[in-house]
Each structure stands twice: as structure tokens, then as C-alpha cells.
């Protein structure tokens, strides 16, 4: 994919709003599965450029595998909020983790700790 081609797929986005979005989307999920679903946003976040439907899909991806990794009666937390220049969002389940000797191999394709 060209520099051009990136280019053109960015827009401003609103990233409180988008994560409010996507946690209302998991909501059904999160109720089927009694865990709770907290979405919180800093107040006054600016925009920022971004192509909206990658963005949308990591925050899909990273609440699926959260609400996927926790007990019933667990809590699932996204946030987004300021950090200097930068927005940081972030996605915290309350499940057992990955077993440290796994650490090294998470970002390998297809590789997961899941009974197949």
C-alpha cells in the first residue's frame, strides 16, 4: 500500500465517542456472559487522525478478546484518555492472564493458549 494510498483512508476521528460506540456494541455480549462492561472517557479529548475503520476493528478485536478471557461476574474495562501528545486507549479484563512461558510466542500468527 502506497504512502498516498494510507493517506487517503484517514479522517478526523472522535475517539471518545468511537469507544463509547464499540463498548455499546459489546454490551448484549457482555450481559450474555454476566460480566460487567465499564466504559469511561476523559473529559475534552481532542480529535485525532486516524483510519476510523482499523481503529474500530483493534478496539473490537481487543474488547472480544477481553469479555472472551473473563469469569462470569468479571469486569471488563475500556478507557481512553490523555497522555502529553498522545491518546491512549485501553482495554483491562480481569481473567488469569497469559502463563509467562507463552509471553514470548503471543504475537505469533495463529498462536493461542485457548483448548482447541
Known amino acids: ?3 498516498e494510498a494510507v493517506l487517503e483512508e484517514l479522517a478526523e476521528v472522535d475517539a471518545a465517542a468511537l469507544l463509547v460506540e464499540v463498548g455499546a456494541a459489546f454490551q448484549a455480549t457482555a450481559d450474555a456472559g454476566l460480566i460487567r462492561l465499564e466504559v469511561t472517557v476523559e473529559p475534552g479529548l481532542p ?4 483510519d476510523r475503520d482499523r481503529l474500530l476493528q483493534v478496539l473490537s478485536n481487543l474488547l472480544t478478546n ?4 473473563s469469569p462470569k461476574d468479571g469486569k471488563v474495562l475500556a478507557h481512553v484518555r490523555r497522555e502529553g ?3 491512549v486507549f485501553s482495554i483491562r479484563d480481569h ?3 497469559i502463563p509467562e512461558q507463552d509471553l514470548p510466542r503471543i504475537f505469533e500468527p ?3 493458549t485457548r483448548a482447541r
Open 66 to 69: 477481553a469479555l472472551e478471557a
Open 95 to 97: 481473567g488469569k492472564g
Open 110 to 112: 495463529f498462536f493461542t
Open 47 to 50: 480529535r485525532l487522525w486516524a
Open 85 to 87: 501528545n498522545e491518546l
Open 1 to 3: 500500500m502506497t504512502i
